[in-house]
């Protein structure tokens, strides 16, 4: 495998010359309509196919200029339904929705994947929230009043906030948690992988698609 330090010009000449298939995503990858996230570049001569990455169509600025950017690739697909439609019928090219990869994984892939020494005591409410926004403070508040241990991401005066954990500390947090609340689209994802008790707070009202995965789950207690 090779890892590329700088995103430059020169090292993707060196992964154009290494590589016949480059696989590109998932998640919010195409957040923009730059070259570089799309791997266009006139010198790119390698086939491209993408991983569930996501977007919103509403989001979409320069239609024209989005579509430029995905005929260069061999296959489309993207994580949402309802962007697939998008793409199939507002550019006019093929495209598949795939689920997105960590709920490919079952709850036992993922535990053979968390080291031993990451097992926490189950007897809290894991929040986390991508940004602290005023439904996270509520939220905490809310925990507080009711005496309900919880562990959060973001700092709260409860002195209960968790920093700078490691991609499977953060699995290992929600698996061993009796309940989960987030806004975070794979805060969700895990929340499923482990069937624990969800609440889901939308990020905004342009990102209602993302959650349309797991409105029948049948351990969510609400969507806000």
Known sequence: MYFVKDFTQKSLEFLNKKYDLF????????????????????MF??????????FIPERVEDQNKLKSLLVSFKH????EE??????????????????????????????????????NDSDYVFVYFLHKEEAYKKVCEQLEREGIKFISIFNSNSG???????????????RDS????????????????????LTIYKHNETSDIRYDVFKDYENLKGIY
Do not use: M
């Not at 489309?76 to 994580?79: K, T, Y």
């Not at 009796?178 to 008790?197: D, E, Y």
């Open 178 to 197: 009796k309940a989960v609340i987030t806004n975070s689209f794979h805060g969700c994802c895990f929340a499923k992988i482990f069937n624990k008790p």
């Open 76 to 79: 489309l697909n993207v994580r």
């Open 45 to 54: 001569t390698a086939n491209k196919i993408c991983n569930a990455p996501s």
């Open 23 to 42: 696989v590109i995503g998932s998640d919010q990858i195409w957040n923009n309509l730059n070259n570089e996230s799309y791997f266009k570049f006139g």
């Open 82 to 119: 309802k962007t697939a439609q998008y793409v199939r019928e507002q550019l006019g090219l093929a495209c598949d929705s795939l689920i997105d990869p960590t709920l490919r994984l079952t709850s036992g892939d993922w535990n053979h994947l968390l080291p031993e020494e990451d097992k």
């Open 160 to 174: 209960n906030e968790k920093y700078n954990l490691t991609p499977l500390q953060f699995v290992a947090q929600i």
